[in-house]
């Protein structure tokens, strides 16, 4: 025999609104990384984020894939972003 159990939480109307007070709430990474290589250029990039992806050949590609993996890369362009 089955049961199901289905537990109704109340609507809270503060979830909303908390999501979307966060300024980088909707947009990627990769959003963010385009407008910044639009708007400084790499070599601005890697003098304010000293990583590789950034000094040496840099791409779209590499710099994503290492950004994902680095949390604190990640928050120093993400900080950039909004500085902007």
């Avoid at 159990?5 to 609104?17: A, H, V």
């Avoid at 385009?34 to 590789?52: F, H």
Wanted: one cysteine or more; a positive charge.
């Amino acid at each position: 025999m089955f049961f199901a159990l289905f537990f109704i939480l109340p609507y809270d109307r503060n979830m909303d609104t908390q999501q979307h007070s966060d300024p980088l709430h909707g947009v990627t990474l990769k959003k963010i990384l385009e407008d910044l290589v639009e708007q400084y250029g790499w070599k601005y990039l890697a003098e304010k984020v000293q990583i590789r992806c950034f000094m040496f050949d840099p791409t779209m590609i590499s710099s994503l894939k290492f950004l994902r993996r680095t949390p604190w890369a990640r928050e120093k362009v993400e900080k950039m972003w909004l500085d902007m």
